[in-house]
């Protein structure tokens, strides 16, 4: 089994930590020990999520997790097309330095690995099929 830690963006780290830190300051400053044990709670939970993103190659099998809110697998078979993107939608990636992948049924799931090209090189090595369309 291949595990493949999700990136993490620093944008986004950057970003989350601005609007944390900013209105934890406020609430630290107004005294709203509520407001600041929530930012805290919120904080924790997202590092949470961060650290419990990856993806897994086995057996064929590509699985996506995410914390406990998503645990998807696909078959590699049915992969059709992988592409970078940068695309920001919702997706179990923590980077906008992302990867797209289409199965054949036009479904498709956005994740960001680590090791982008290893993985997908594993990939092509279960399903030489699969193209791939990379950035400039």
């Known amino acids: 089994m291949l595990i493949y830690k999700s990136k993490i963006g620093i944008g986004i780290v950057i970003f989350i930590a601005l609007i944390l830190g900013l209105s934890s300051y406020l609430m630290i400053k107004d005294r709203v020990w509520i407001g ?3 930012n805290v709670l919120v ?3 997202i590092a949470y999520i961060f650290l419990q993103t990856y993806y897994t ?3 064929g099998i590509l699985r996506v997790k995410c914390a406990f809110l998503i645990n998807k697998s696909f078959e590699i078979s049915r992969v059709t097309e992988v592409r970078e993107t940068n695309n920001p939608i919702s997706a179990p990636a923590t980077s906008l330095d992302r990867l797209e992948i289409v199965f054949d049924n036009y479904e498709s799931v956005i994740i960001s690995p680590k090791q982008k090209n290893d993985f ?3 990939l092509r090595k279960l399903n030489p ?4 369309y990379l950035k400039k």
Do not use: M, N
């Open 36 to 38: 600041l044990i929530i």
């Open 120 to 122: 997908i090189l594993q």
């Open 57 to 59: 190659i086995d057996k």
């Open 43 to 45: 904080a924790v939970f």
């Open 129 to 132: 099929k699969i193209i791939v």
